[in-house]
């Protein structure tokens, strides 16, 4: 085994063939993931006559929220799992394993707390799975550079593949049929995953066995542990003001969901800050975080409008979509199936666009990349402002409006979502390699986070409201997409020797 190097290895259009262990894994797991999100909200949503939970609008936001957010934010903790304890293999096999066993808690009918708890198990074990296969993509191309890309690229097309396939079974099992038949398939993608993990890892060679940190890493342990005490300290002080000034409310599911955004945003800084002042790093070194700093903003803004896909644009689909072709109503959940459609599509065309592009010495640099991304995500919402006036007058809304939304939604999430996971793992630190990536899914943590609390503001009793609600969205990733274009010159030079 020492001797067989995968970097080396050929297959799966050209690259590495322990790309395709993962790609088959992520598939999987994102079948699990992406079916049980397409009915997720619907079902929270759906009377308890119909065997649903008749949950609020708002409230189904809030939970839709807090638990895409806990997918991502449980990815640092994961990450710090891999990298100190149990290497990234181990991580990805016990975190399918938690997943599993979620969507098998899921199918069991029975109370509220029997479904969260199956939600709680399903957020540990991505945020163990996610981070982890994502850096051993990264370890198959020590070269870096635009086959990295590409080979991100092809992964991506495992996700995409993953979600159509289970927002198809999994939405059309649970709407029509039965919701926890719906859950119960989830379970089985991802037994599936394991069992093709387990029997193809040999492809992966020594990589992802062993933690990354060695014992020279780990300095000052101590120091974190008083640094961690002190601002969760700060933290419960914080929100225990704001929850006696009235500000938030604790006790319900938005102003929970509230809370959690504050502590996303107020532990991202902190830990950003703190891995700058002590993280013991050379210079630019630095200033590759404040680079991977810069990203995180811009995923999670960009993720606060993409995810809407699984909240508002899908009561969007339900309840103001003519989706009726050829006499029968298709599922509301299947309309999502245009993202990853386009993207299995588009990402090889876009992944083979870089590298030809790299071949001419024109291709765009990362965060003109993003800048573009956030654009196209704006001009998604800009088609959604359109719908939304056709529903004001009283009508439905055809199709198209969403197909199109998704058409532009996956062209920027190509040029954004697999460049910003590559340019992570080139950046991070190696010491801190696990945690970066952790911290990129925090974004979208906090962007889906973000979705959810949107998501309750679509008041079904107030149509009027949602063309300005989706015009705020506009403005935000245009303004964005903007600002990310100006700098895009000034963070090119602090990413120093990464292309």
């Known amino acids: 085994m020492s001797d067989f190097d995968p970097t080396k290895t050929k297959g799966f259009f050209g690259h590495p063939k322990g790309l395709s262990t993962l790609f088959f894994t992520e598939m999987w797991e994102r079948f ?3 079916g049980m999100r397409a009915i997720l909200v619907l079902f929270m949503t759906t009377d308890t006559a119909q065997e649903g939970l008749g949950l609020t609008t708002e409230t189904s936001g809030a939970i839709y929220g807090l638990y895409t957010a806990g997918v991502y934010l449980l990815t640092l903790p994961g990450g710090w799992l891999a990298d100190n304890i149990l290497g990234q293999r181990k991580a990805i096999w016990y975190g399918g394993i938690l997943i599993m066993i979620g969507h098998l808690v899921l199918a069991i009918p029975g109370s509220p707390q029997i479904f969260f708890a199956g939600l709680g198990f399903v957020a540990a074990g991505t945020g163990m799975l996610k981070p982890n296969i ?17 080979g991100f690229s092809l992964f991506y097309m495992g ?7 289970g927002q198809t079974f999994v939405a059309l099992l649970g709407e029509k049929v039965n919701w926890h038949l719906g859950f ?3 379970a089985v993608g991802m037994l599936l995953g394991l069992i093709q993990f387990r029997l193809t890892q040999n492809n992966l060679g020594n990589i992802g066995l062993a933690p990354k940190k060695t014992d020279k890493d780990v300095v000052g342990s101590r120091r974190n542990n008083t640094f961690a005490l002190v601002l969760a300290l700060i933290l419960i002080a914080f929100l225990t003001t704001l929850q006696l000034l009235g500000t938030i409310d604790m006790f319900s599911a938005v102003g929970f969901a509230s809370a959690v955004g504050i502590i996303i945003v107020t532990v991202t800084i902190f830990y950003f800050l703190f891995i700058l002042v002590a993280g013991g790093l050379t210079v630019a070194e630095k ?7 810069m990203l995180f903003v811009g995923a999670a803004i960009f993720w606060s409008g993409f995810e809407q896909a699984g909240s508002s644009l899908n009561l969007f689909a339900r309840d103001h979509t003519d989706r009726f072709l050829f006499g029968w109503e298709l599922p509301a959940g299947w309309l999502q199936n245009f993202n990853p459609f386009f993207i299995i599509i588009l990402a090889p065309i876009i992944g083979s666009l870089w590298i030809r592009l790299a071949a001419r010495q024109l291709n765009p640099k990362t965060p003109v990349k993003f800048g573009i991304g956030l654009i196209f995500m704006a001009l998604g919402f800009l088609v959604m402002y359109f719908a939304a006036e056709i529903v004001t007058q009283g009508a439905k809304a055809g199709m198209g409006w969403l197909i199109f939304t998704y058409f532009l939604h996956s062209t920027g999430e190509l040029t954004l979502s697999p460049v910003g996971l590559s340019a992570t793992t080139k950046l991070a630190p190696r010491k801190y390699l696990g945690q970066m990536m952790g911290i990129w899914f925090v974004g979208a943590a906090l962007g889906n986070l ?7 503001n679509f008041d079904p009793e107030n149509v009027r409201e949602m ?6 969205v506009v403005w935000v990733g245009i303004g964005a997409g903007v600002i990310f274009l100006a700098l895009s010159g000034w963070m090119k030079n602090w990413m120093g020797d990464v292309d």
Not at 134 to 150: F, K, N, Q, W
Not at 450 to 456: M, N, R
Not at 467 to 472: D, E, K, T
């Open 450 to 456: 973000i979705a959810g609390l949107y998501a309750g």
């Open 159 to 165: 996700i995409n593949l993953g979600s159509f396939l």
């Open 287 to 293: 200033k590759k975080v404040v680079v991977i700093f």
């Open 184 to 186: 119960g398939l989830a």
């Open 32 to 34: 699990s993931y992406y």
């Open 134 to 150: 994502s850096t051993i993509v990264g370890d198959l191309y020590p070269e870096g550079g635009a086959r990295r890309d590409a």
């Open 467 to 472: 063309p300005n609600l989706f015009m705020s």
